[in-house]
Every structure is written in C-alpha cells, then in structure tokens.
C-alpha cells in the first residue's frame, strides 16, 4: 500500500533540462574553450550537477574545478530560468492532490539546495508543500544508488516499500527500485523502453496522465 510519494524535481516537477544544459555549456566555453551540445549533457541526465557538468567535462579533456564552476553554472541557469521555467504538465497539482489523498510527500533531488529553491519557487511551490526535502549534498553517493530515497522515506518515517517514486531518469529509476520503492516513470529524456528496463512499475508521459488508481 502507497503511503508517501517521493519525487525527484528536474524533469518531473520543472521543464528545466534545456536551461541547465545552456548554462553549463556557456560555463564550458567562457571557462574553458569547450564547444558542448545538449547531447553531451544526456548519459548524465539525473545524476546531479556535479556529474552533469564534470561528465562532459572528462569527455572533452577537461580538469574542471567543480565547485567554482558548478557556481558560475548555477548563477548563468538563474538567469535563464528568471519568469521562463514552466512545470512539467500536471506536476503541481499532482504534489498537491497527493497530499489531499492523505498520502505524505517529499521531494528528492540530486541538486543541491540553491536549484531546489529556485525551481520550486518559479512554480509557485515551496519545501512547505512537502512533508520533506533532500537535496544532493545531503547523501554521500547520488542516483543509480539508492541513498537519496532511502533517506527521504526515513524523513517520512517510512519503509521504502511504502513510498512510489516518481523519476523521469533511467539513473532515477534504478536509484528508487534500489532503495526497494515502487516507481512511476515519466517522458522525456528517455523511452518507455528505457525506463521500464531501468525496473519502472508504471509509466505516464507526465503527471497530467498518470493514472492515480496506483496511489490507492
């Protein structure tokens, strides 16, 4: 029985692929003369900035200062977001509709805590409107392991086989049947195909479709 809901954010709550993508490949070029397409970003999608930008870094040759760049990355990315980043369909009133249904909620995202802010704040949602919040740089090790979710259900008070996830990362995917979580799988990124080979229990386009009757 579903009793809490754990959602990931980018690509699940916000449609913010394309803004991280052009900062970290503005970052690349001022910093270091790297020409990066949104197809280098890819492979890394759902594994958290740090790999995201260091991943696409090590392909092109680079030794980045990750911490001072993923800085630069997220100043550029707040730029861009500012009046323009849009939820993914249905997100907000799924997170809102889940906690009517009496179900608990959290949010779970391998950013770190100055994008989970910004997202959330650019959809008119606030940490307020989950049970609980954890960022990446609250875990040692980021999605495919399953820490990140292992983490958010112990916030809830729960087993991980109490909670569904809700990702739209193959990494994410894996992270949450890890952790011993069912997993809702969204569009995007990725194929149906992918993600359910990744051990996605169900699938929806995105929330504005996904059929509620797994929540109970």
Not at 39 to 60: C, H, Q, S
Not at 73 to 96: K, N, Q, S
């Amino acid at each position: 029985m579903i009793r809490a809901v754990l959602f990931d954010m980018d690509g699940v709550l916000v449609d913010s692929e394309a803004f991280i993508a052009e900062a970290a490949i503005v970052m690349l070029a001022e910093r270091y003369g790297v020409t990066a397409t949104r197809a280098d970003f890819l492979p890394f999608v759902g594994t958290g900035e740090n790999r995201f930008i260091g991943g696409v870094a090590e392909k092109y040759g680079v030794e980045i200062d990750i911490e001072a760049d993923k800085a630069r990355t997220y100043d550029l990315y707040f730029e861009l977001i500012r009046g323009r980043l849009a939820e993914m369909p249905g997100a907000v009133a799924f997170v809102r509709g889940c906690r009517e249904r009496g179900l608990k909620t959290a949010i779970a995202t391998s950013a770190d805590r100055r994008k989970l802010e910004a997202n959330l704040g650019e959809i008119g949602l606030s940490e307020a409107d989950f049970d609980a919040a954890v960022d990446g740089l609250e875990v040692q090790r980021r999605k495919p392991f399953p820490d990140i979710y292992l983490e958010a259900a112990r916030r809830l008070g729960l087993g991980p086989e109490a909670c569904l996830v809700v990702e739209d990362a193959v990494s994410g995917v894996k992270a949450a049947k890890a952790a011993g979580a069912a997993c809702l799988a969204l569009g995007g990124s990725f194929t149906e195909a992918e993600l359910r080979a990744a051990g996605a229990d169900w699938y929806a386009q995105d929330l504005s479709s996904a059929d509620t009757s797994m929540l109970g």
